[in-house]
């Protein structure tokens, strides 16, 4: 039993440093158990490592003391809504002068996301359509103590 679970991390492709943390907890278990788990005891404990080691990382503030801020990763992970949270603070807590540009024109209604947000904390915000829009704008943006960037998110299996 606790063999297939071990294989079923390793299929879902968990890195191996975590299969083997895992293991070692759940070999553990099953001997404080008497040798006996049954698989929702083992999908528990399972669960419980894995939460263990995921390390959240909080909001730095040293984020915001630079002057570009760029996110960049998968679709769908948070990049723009992050960016809001972290324009806001530098805004409402560090009164910080904040432009946000963005560079995704690749999905819909993604300008307006960001468009909203920026409307809302009362700050200028560019589109780049092209790469020399984007170098044109950094440089009109130099003024500001911290310019936020969004990017188009990307297909995780895109190896490119
Ligand atoms: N629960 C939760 N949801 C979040 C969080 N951040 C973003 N979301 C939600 O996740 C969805 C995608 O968030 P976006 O900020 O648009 O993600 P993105 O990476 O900019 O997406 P793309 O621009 O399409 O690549 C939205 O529905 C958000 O409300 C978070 O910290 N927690
Ligand atoms: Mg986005």
Not at 4 to 15: K, T, V
Not at 124 to 146: H, M, N, T, W
């Amino acid at each position: 039993m606790i063999e297939s679970a071990i294989r079923r991390l390793r299929a879902q492709g968990l890195d191996e440093h975590h299969v083997e943390a895992s293991l070692k907890m759940l070999i553990k278990k099953w001997y404080q158990s008497d040798e006996k788990l049954t698989p929702a005891e083992i999908r528990q404990i399972l669960k419980e490592q894995l939460v263990k080691s995921l390390n959240p990382n909080r909001f730095q503030s040293e984020i915001i003391q630079k002057k570009f801020v760029m996110l960049v990763g998968s679709t769908g992970v948070g990049k723009t809504t992050t960016l809001a949270k972290l324009a806001g603070r530098a805004v409402l807590e560090e009164a910080k002068k904040v432009a946000f540009l963005t560079a995704d024109t690749f999905r819909i209604a993604a300008i307006d996301q960001l468009r909203t947000y920026a409307d809302i904390l009362n700050v200028p915000i560019e589109v780049a359509y092209s790469a020399e829009d984007f170098r044109r704008q950094l440089a009109g943006l130099k003024a500001y103590d911290c310019v936020f960037i969004d990017t188009a998110g990307r297909n995780f299996q895109d190896k490119k």
